[in-house]
């Protein structure tokens, strides 16, 4: 286990168990299911910081937020056992998606702020790898950070995909299209951008359908869901 992430906690706040008995999901849902689902992409402002200035702007911005949806995008490798560097890291709240192009920046003191501030929930799926990659960049502490793999057990569903639990959850249909695209493009295109946008936001729009998540304090915080702490 990666150093500084503890073994998720179970939900144990009486108004969550009340909240997962009043929502009935699916456990499983199939392709052909899925398909004819209506399609969800984020509708707000994507942001690329590709530069100091916009960075310290988007960590300002970003720092104020409650729940922060969380991903990352890497160059696919076609070598067996290479993993290539965190390309994209994509940060969302409501109505705003930052792409941060980290291929070409380093992580800055206000972003690891960030991402060591556990007040600030950052939600992902399968982010133990991400983190790990990240860390190797810049070492930071993480803390506040939501695995929705870890949390979605607790309302009957199986699947583990953000596409599936996006379907599921929120009754859309993610598109995965760009998902072996080059992310260390010079320029990213506007298909890239729309989905690594999407790709993020869709993390923190499950997270607040499952919980009903109402920024309690954080100590209700810390009762209530799966989080990654510092030690």
Partial sequence: MPEGIFSPRKIKNSGCRRH???????????NDELVLLPPGVFGGETIMVDDARKLAHACEELARETVIGFDTETRPSFQRGKVNPVALLQLSSAQKAYLIRVNKLRLSPELVKIFENERI????????????????????????FVDLQSIVGQYGINELSVRKMSAIVLGIKVSKAQRLSNWEARQLTEAQQSYAATDAWVCREIFLKLTGYRSPSVEKQKRRLFFFRKK
């Fill in 20 to 30: 997962c008995r009043a929502m009935a999901y699916l456990q499983n849902i199939s």
């Fill in 121 to 144: 929930v950052k939600v992902g799926a399968s982010i133990r790898d991400d983190l790990k990659i990240l860390r190797k960049v810049t070492p930071f502490a993480p803390a506040g």
